[in-house]
């Protein structure tokens, strides 16, 4: 007995008939066209070095300078020969009541504006006080477009690429003698570190913060 | 499902959000934030204040009886001819008495801080002259207070000895007893006036450069009320004294200058 055979639904029909017509545009009909953008970006960077230090003793006594016009202690503030962005503070032959006051400079030789977000400090143990006076934290310092050598005058650099600030040390009546001799006995050397941390201009951060993020 | 439980499920969104964004912002500020850190290495290395004896002559004999040099040994006429720089001329060309002076090392510092002087066989009207240097032996200038002599014994003087004190055509700024400022003796200290006490005369407290000298005479006078027989086995207690010399930093005064040394 012949059956017979039933047509597909007319719907469905007209649906497969579509998807073979778009088949077929697409290989034989279709014009298009691809448009691109290539994008690169370069950024910039956040870099700041020491460009200058003027260390003057005893300059808040009456005369400046050392007791009587002495020469007995002596400071010097050079940066590190490999790197500098750190400054080296030596005081030698120190003795109860000697102080300095260095003026250390900082520019930004790098391409974005930076602030100063926060001095750290890791202080001495009794013996020696050491303070760092800076008026000008979160002023906004410009790129200078150039990195300044060690030692240039901070007049051959333009003001709003340059910070300064006063790193103050002074020797304490109880400290001890020979502190840093080397010889058996002698007490360690007193040390002191001060962290400068600067940031891109246009990120709120805290001290902690910009030390965190610093490389 | 109520109303008020699609009200809550919405809060709980918000702040799940809320908190996504919070946590976003502190990601920023770790991972966004470009800084640079400068650094300032500091290091003091501290002198020192530490002075020593040392030990020039030691004289006996009597006293000079030259206005120019009141008490002291008659001008280092170097009487008993030996040659040496000590002179031992006693009476009559005796040798009776006897007076050293040794130098005794620092207990923690470099050098000498003792001087220790013994007398031997003294008597009555016997004097010993000890003439030492007190020297800056550290690293920084200091000042040396006169030395103090404590409490002496019955039967015993001791004082010091100021003025020219060297053979003819000496130099004064080494033969005069700074230690020991008395009238018309000459001023070695650098600075005029003095800034703790003020005077612009003889200065109670030398100023010593690193490796500065300050010449100082002592001298030791056995009294008619002596004891006989004084440090001997069956005798007196022998005489004792003891003379403390403080220096300190040119630049601090301190009235308890003993106490502060190490």
């Not at chain 2, 404590?150 to 004190?165: K, M, N, Q, R």
């Not at chain 2, 003796?185 to 030398?206: A, E, I, Q, R």
Request: charged share 15%.
């Amino acid at each position: 007995m012949n059956v017979p055979r039933r047509m597909p639904p007319l719907g469905a029909m007209a649906v497969m008939l579509v998807l073979a017509l778009a088949t077929i545009g697409v290989v034989f009909g279709l014009w298009s066209k691809v448009l691109t953008i290539d994008g690169t970006v370069n950024t910039g960077t956040v870099d700041a070095v020491w460009f200058a230090a003027a260390c003057s003793e005893n300059p808040f006594d009456v005369p400046p300078g050392e007791f009587e016009g002495k020469d007995v202690g002596s400071v010097t503030a050079v940066p590190d020969p490999a790197d500098q962005e750190i400054l080296i503070v030596t005081l030698e032959n120190a003795y109860p009541s000697y102080e300095v006051d260095c003026q250390v400079h900082l520019a930004n030789n790098g391409s974005i504006p930076v602030k100063i977000r926060g001095i750290s400090e890791v202080d001495p143990n009794g013996g020696v006080v050491t303070e760092i006076l800076q008026n000008g934290i979160a002023s906004q310092l410009e790129p200078c477009g150039f990195t300044p050598t060690f030692p240039t005058s901070p007049s051959a650099v333009p003001q709003d690429c340059q910070s300064a600030m006063s790193l103050v040390v002074h020797v304490e009546q109880e400290a001890e003698q020979n502190a840093g001799r080397g010889q058996a006995g002698d007490p360690p050397a007193y040390q002191f570190q001060f962290k400068v941390c600067v940031a891109q201009w246009n990120e709120p951060a805290t001290a902690g913060q910009c030390e965190a993020a610093a490389p | 499902m109520s109303r008020i439980a699609t009200k809550r499920g919405f809060l709980s969104v918000g702040l799940l959000l809320m908190g996504l964004m919070i946590a976003l912002g502190a990601l920023g500020v770790g991972f966004g934030l470009w800084s640079k850190v400068l650094t300032i290495d500091g290091t003091v290395n501290t002198g020192e204040v530490n002075a020593q004896f040392s030990l020039n002559e030691i004289d006996q004999g009597d006293p000079s009886t030259s206005a120019t040099e009141p008490l002291f040994w008659e001008g280092d006429s170097n009487c008993d001819t030996d040659a040496l720089g000590n002179d031992d001329c006693e009476i009559e060309g005796k040798d009776i008495g006897d007076c050293t002076a040794a130098k005794l090392p620092g207990l923690s510092n470099p050098g000498s801080q003792l001087l220790e002087i013994t007398v031997t066989s003294g008597y009555p009207s016997f004097n010993c002259w000890v003439q030492f240097d007190v020297s800056n032996n550290g690293s920084i200038p200091i000042r040396v207070h006169q030395p103090v002599i404590g409490p002496l014994p019955t039967g015993l003087t001791v004082d010091l000895v100021s003025g020219f004190h060297g053979p003819t055509g000496a130099d004064p700024l080494t033969h005069d007893s700074e230690c020991y400022h008395g009238a018309g003796v000459l001023d070695l200290d650098v600075v005029s006036p003095n800034p703790f006490d003020g005077t612009t005369g003889p200065s109670n407290h030398p100023q010593l450069e690193p490796n500065g000298t300050v010449f100082c005479v002592i001298r030791i006078h056995v009294d008619q009320d002596a004891p006989q027989g004084a440090g001997l086995v069956g005798g007196p207690p022998a005489l004792t004294f003891q003379a403390t010399i403080c220096a300190h930093q040119w630049n601090e005064e301190t009235n308890d200058c003993v106490t502060a040394l190490p």
